[in-house]
Nanobody, 126 residues
Framework: QVQLVESGGGLVQAGGSLRLSCAASGRAFSDYAMGWFRQAPGKEREFVAAVIWNGSTYYTDSVKGRFTISRDNTKNTMYLQMNSLKPEDTAVYSC????????????????????WGQGTQVTVSS
């Protein structure tokens, strides 16, 4: 069982920045495939970004150049630095983990992940 604790959401004006954190339990954290999904009201859940065991990353097109996903294996924590935020980034952001790892070709698929965080609200005002 992997426990996930998210933090860092909040309210920010357009153009601002936020950093989300996701702390995960488990002794094999460095092997985990980890990522973020988001869901806005009335919309389908959407893949945002992922990072795999070797540090390789993958982003959805709408956040490329603005968001950066990273991990600190010494702290069992993953981060999502979000810059140049737009109102359309408003959503509940959920941290996801696949302890068995994943390839970059599959990290955008929600069903790949075994564990989901409770979600943290990000609201970007115009």
């Amino acid at each position: 069982q992997v426990q996930l604790v998210e933090s860092g959401g909040g309210l920010v004006q357009a153009g601002g920045s936020l950093r989300l954190s996701c702390a995960a339990s488990g002794r094999a954290f460095s092997d985990y495939a980890m990522g973020w999904f988001r869901q806005a009201p009335g919309k389908e859940r959407e893949f945002v970004a992922a990072v795999i065991w070797n540090g390789s990353t993958y982003y959805t097109d709408s956040v490329k150049g603005r968001f950066t996903i990273s991990r600190d294996n010494t702290k069992n924590t993953m981060y999502l630095q979000m810059n140049s935020l737009k109102p359309e980034d408003t959503a509940v952001y959920s941290c996801v983990v696949r302890p068995g790892g994943a390839s970059l070709g599959t990290v955008s698929v929600a069903s790949v992940y075994d564990y989901w965080g409770q979600g943290t609200q990000v609201t970007v005002s115009s």
